[in-house]
């Protein structure tokens, strides 16, 4: 099955500089890769995602980058502010599998 | 648009009882939910993927007979957490997506403790 390693654990910067994101999985044909932010008791948040046929996506201050090659993609956030902090995961999927597999998450903290 | 909820949103519950948790899409038709399990400080693990009038398809490891999976309706899956033990307490989250749509939209999430 689907594997989704991610790195770092956690995550400290400075408010207003960038943070970056990296998972890989190992599922070639994995084609759907979904980023998820989830605040302590909360539900996960879908913030980007991205399919295979793209190998980059912005949202504002968010985007995402994908290697099929190297099986790897990045969640890049930039002018990074205190609401940012908080736990976010990747995930990947096969469409028509359906079945999410989620990184192991890493913990984003803002300092002010 | 494309709202889960989850019912209840905690609950405590003795050792060797049941509980029930419900989840459902209040403005979509679900045709597949899904069921995970977090534990403190740790990802969502996929416990089962249901379709709506289909057995769940149960992960490895996750006993099929202890937790119990009914997809009834478009907009309603239910698990149910038989004889339930101190190992049980998680926070427990569904998610639902309809038709060819990437998306899984979330539930609240339910924290059980089992006492």
């Known amino acids: 099955g689907e594997n989704v390693e991610q790195h770092p654990s956690t995550l400290s910067v400075q408010e207003g500089d960038s943070a970056v994101i990296k998972c890989t999985y190992s599922?070639?044909?994995?084609?759907?890769f979904p980023w998820y932010k989830q605040e302590l008791g909360k539900r996960p948040q879908l913030i980007i995602d991205i399919r295979s046929n793209v190998g980059e996506k912005k949202d504002q201050r968010i985007a995402v980058t994908l290697n099929k090659t190297a099986k790897h993609f990045s969640l890049h956030i930039t002018e990074t502010q205190p609401e940012d902090s908080a736990v976010y995961f990747c995930a990947a999927s096969v469409f028509g599998n359906e079945k999410l597999t989620f990184g192991t998450g890493t913990r984003l903290t803002i300092i002010p | 648009g494309a709202v889960v909820s989850q019912h209840p949103s905690w609950v405590i519950c003795k050792s060797g009882t049941s509980v029930k948790i419900e989840c459902r899409s209040l403005?979509?038709?679900?045709?597949?939910m899904f069921w995970y399990r977090q534990f403190p400080k740790q990802s969502l693990m996929l416990m089962a993927t249901?379709?709506?009038?289909?057995?769940?398809?149960?992960e490895q490891g996750v006993e099929k007979d202890k937790f119990l999976i009914n997809h009834a309706s478009l907009t309603l899956s239910t698990l149910t957490v038989t004889s339930a033990h101190p190992e049980d307490s998680s926070f427990y989250i569904c998610s639902a997506k309809t038709g060819n749509n990437y998306e899984q939209y979330f539930g609240p999430g339910t924290r059980l403790t089992v006492t």
């Open positions: 599922d070639s044909a994995s084609n759907y």
């Open positions: 249901s379709n709506e009038g289909s057995k769940a398809t149960y």
């Open positions: 403005d979509f038709q679900a045709t597949t």
